[in-house]
């Protein structure tokens, strides 16, 4: 099994840019699919961004394209996310999944998640 562990998170003014890190331990991070994922209060999880087990393939959801940006460093064990250009409605805990998902953009198709971090933005 992977555990998860994210870091990064705070509160920014809109405009602004955070990076988001999740450091792996356990098994082999690099045997796994990495998703980003978010959730607000009253609100379903939501897809963010997933990147293939090498790093060649990545997934965003259209309200962040061009904003944010996925990577992962297999060697580090550890994955990232770059946000850019922030605005009030990116506010929410943000996690970190890993898992072997027929699907990427699925929330149900993870297997491991870390424990969240919350990123607040500020208007």
């Known amino acids: 099994q992977v555990q998860l562990v994210e870091s990064g998170g705070g509160l920014v003014q809109a405009g602004g840019s955070l990076r988001l890190s999740c450091a792996a331990s356990?098994?082999?991070?690099?045997?796994?699919?990495n998703g980003w994922f978010r959730q607000a209060p009253g609100k379903e999880r939501e897809f963010v961004a997933a990147?293939?087990?090498?790093?060649?393939?990545?997934y965003y959801t259209d309200s962040v394209k061009g904003r944010f940006t996925i990577s992962r460093d297999n060697a580090k064990n550890t994955a990232y996310l770059q946000m850019n250009s922030l605005n009030v409605e990116d506010t929410a805990v943000y996690y970190c999944?890993?898992?072997?998902?027929?699907?990427?953009?699925?929330?149900?198709?993870?297997?491991?998640w870390g424990q969240g971090t919350q990123v607040t933005v500020s208007s």
């Open positions: 990147i293939s087990r090498a790093g060649g393939t990545t």
């Open positions: 999944a890993a898992g072997s998902p027929d699907f990427p953009t699925r929330h149900a198709e993870y297997a491991y």
């Open positions: 356990g098994r082999t991070f690099s045997s796994y699919v």
